[in-house]
């Protein structure tokens, strides 16, 4: 299983953007996909995660600034993130699991400027 994530850049506080993260390397659908992030120092964290029946988990922190969707078709995760604060400043990381196993993506960084 691979997974390519994309839509990370620069950004200014109160701004958006919008992550993707495409899965292949599988025949099935995967039941649950979403999204973590690790700031320099820190521990990686949930944002968001997204069942294949729609239903979805946030973590605290996000407080409605974040959307997480799927497309079961194209086995795409997506993270619309609004209101954006420096402190949202991570890389963040794609993830599906398969049974036990967690696949990672490659990360994708978001620097959020004051």
């Known amino acids: 299983v691979q997974l390519q994530a994309s839509g990370g850049g620069l950004v200014q506080a109160g701004g958006s953007l919008r992550l993707s993260c495409a899965a292949s390397?599988?025949?099935?659908?995967?039941?649950?996909m979403g999204w973590y992030r690790q700031a320099p120092g820190s521990q990686r964290e949930l944002v968001a995660t997204?069942?294949?029946?729609?239903?979805?988990d946030y973590g605290d922190f996000v407080k409605g600034r974040s959307t997480v969707s799927r497309d079961n078709a194209k086995k795409t995760v997506y993270l619309q993130m609004n209101s954006l604060e420096p402190e949202d400043t991570a890389v963040y990381y794609c993830y599906t699991k398969r049974s036990v196993i967690v696949y990672w993506g490659q990360g994708t960084l978001v620097t959020v400027s004051s």
């Open positions: 390397g599988s025949r099935h659908s995967f039941t649950v």
């Open positions: 997204i069942l294949i029946n729609g239903i979805t």
